[in-house]
T-cell receptor
């Protein structure tokens, strides 16, 4: 049973437009969320994170929004660039689980940004 | 800084063979971990280490052994390979356990096929 769900396996957008990648979670104890980006033949790289005490975190072209009541977060990329074409993973953890804390990963969304 | 390195990049084994996947990092990170990535599943934690001489099990440890004799190296041993261990394996590190729930630095992965 997937606790972190990325329901769109793929997404295609035009260069310069906004990319919106979505992530839903089921465990209400999750209170720390991360996005990683992965290029082919490389390992994932950390992109941006958000704590549940916030509803928005911004870093340059990347913004993550968190809606706790809906158990939903989204990653916005504005403007999208061809170099953003990659697989994006959402991950979550229960920050207060102590020794039982672990990262739970979604399956990823493959983003293609077309020139 | 080479970051996190993994060898080999590709490996084909026969059922029952044993092998070691190598992982090294040059960032003096205390925390290191091994993940596997399978189609239809998110990244799953196999084993992790919070420092030299200390290892612990993740979600899916069966069939794998690890040791951490130095800060830099964290090899993953497959004792008797099975087709179910066909996967892409990623090694990751972070400065410490607390920061492992935020940014982890991943190696490029090892693609293992067990026939």
């Amino acid at each position: 049973d997937q606790q972190v769900k990325q329901n769109s396996p793929s997404l295609s957008v035009q260069e310069g437009r906004i990319s919106i990648l979505n992530c839903d979670y089921t465990n209400s104890m999750f209170d720390y969320f991360l996005w990683y980006k992965k290029y082919p033949a490389e390992g994932p790289t950390f992109l941006i994170s958000i704590s549940s005490i916030k509803d928005k975190n911004e870093d340059g072209r990347f913004t993550v929004f968190l809606n706790k009541s809906a158990k939903h977060l989204s990653l916005h990329i504005v403007p999208s660039q061809p170099g953003d074409s990659a697989v994006y993973f959402c991950a979550a953890s229960d920050y207060n689980a102590g020794n039982n804390r672990k990262l739970i990963w979604g399956l990823g969304t493959s983003l293609a940004v077309n020139p | 800084n080479a970051g996190v390195t993994q060898t080999p990049k590709f490996q084909v084994l026969k059922t029952g063979q044993s092998m070691t996947l190598q992982c090294a990092q040059d960032m003096n990170h205390e925390y290191m971990s091994w993940y596997r990535q399978d189609p239809g599943m998110g990244l799953r934690l196999i084993h992790y280490s919070v420092g030299a001489g200390i290892t612990d099990q993740g979600e899916v440890p069966n069939g794998y052994n690890v040791s951490r004799s130095t800060t830099e190296d964290f090899p993953l041993r497959l004792l008797s390979a099975a087709p179910s261990q066909t996967s892409v394996y990623f090694c990751a590190s972070s400065p410490d356990l607390a920061s492992s729930y935020n940014e982890q630095f991943f190696g490029p992965g090892t693609r293992l096929t067990v026939l």
